[in-house]
């Protein structure tokens, strides 16, 4: 089955820098990579998606791509601010129903 | 809109027992879906519903645990002789996806609900 790689577990960066964080997948048939975000005690709340006929999304400060041949997909926030902090899941969609999700990134912004 | 509802919020059981967990879905969302999230780990997929019926429910550890959504909307996880390591938080998400050819793959988003903290003592 699909099994979905995130790295790195816990990320710090100061505020106003980007922060990058990296995902691959397994099964070459997922069509589908939502990005989550996780907020102490809170339920996960969808941030952004791309499908695979999509490299490359934006939405203001966020944004992803994905590289289908290398199976790669990134998170990339930019100008990172005090409420960007919080757990980040990347997932992937094997087929159009059950989502596979990473082991998440914590990502800590810095004063 | 009301959002994806779950109850309750918290349980706690003592380890043999039988534990049913509740989910309402955003009306008219068709697909269900029941995950289960251990301490610093991302959602465990478990099972999912299109409609009445389970399309998948491979994620499903064992013969414990078992889910129904008879009537196409509320849906129950049910876990039998509860064990220690069934603590976790059990998140439920609903979306409005209809596989083809009634739809596309279009619409995935899947809205959490705020999930029950079960603890097995």
């Known amino acids: 089955g699909e099994n979905v790689e995130q790295h790195p577990s816990t990320l710090s960066v100061q505020e106003g820098d980007s922060a990058v964080i990296k995902c691959t997948y397994s099964d070459s048939a997922s069509n589908y990579f939502p990005w989550y975000k996780q907020e102490l005690g809170k339920r996960p709340q969808l941030i952004i998606d791309?499908?695979?006929?999509?490299g490359e999304k934006k939405d203001q400060r966020i944004a992803v791509t994905l590289n289908k041949t290398a199976k790669h997909f990134s998170l990339h926030i930019t100008e990172t601010q005090p409420e960007d902090s919080a757990v980040y899941f990347c997932a992937a969609s094997p087929r159009d129903d059950k989502i596979i999700f990473g082991k998440g990134t914590r990502l800590h912004i810095l004063p | 809109g009301a959002g994806v509802s779950q109850t309750p919020s918290n349980k706690v059981t003592e380890k043999g027992k039988y534990v049913e967990l509740r989910c309402d879905p955003i009306s008219g969302h068709t697909a269900l879906y029941w995950y289960r999230q251990s301490l610093g780990q991302g959602p465990e997929f478990l099972i999912y519903?299109?409609?009445?019926?389970?399309?998948?429910d491979s994620g499903l550890p064992n013969d414990r645990f078992f889910a129904v959504r008879p009537e196409g909307s509320v849906s129950t996880l049910k876990i039998q002789r509860t064990e220690r390591g069934d603590s976790a938080v059990y998140l439920c998400?609903?979306?409005?996806?209809?596989?083809?050819?009634?739809?596309?793959?279009?619409?995935?988003?899947?809205?959490f609900g705020p999930g029950t903290r079960l603890t097995v003592l």
């Open positions: 791309i499908r695979s006929n999509v």
């Open positions: 998400a609903s979306s409005l996806h209809l596989p083809p050819p009634q739809g596309t793959s279009g619409n995935h988003e899947q809205f």
């Open positions: 519903f299109q409609g009445t019926g389970a399309a998948d």
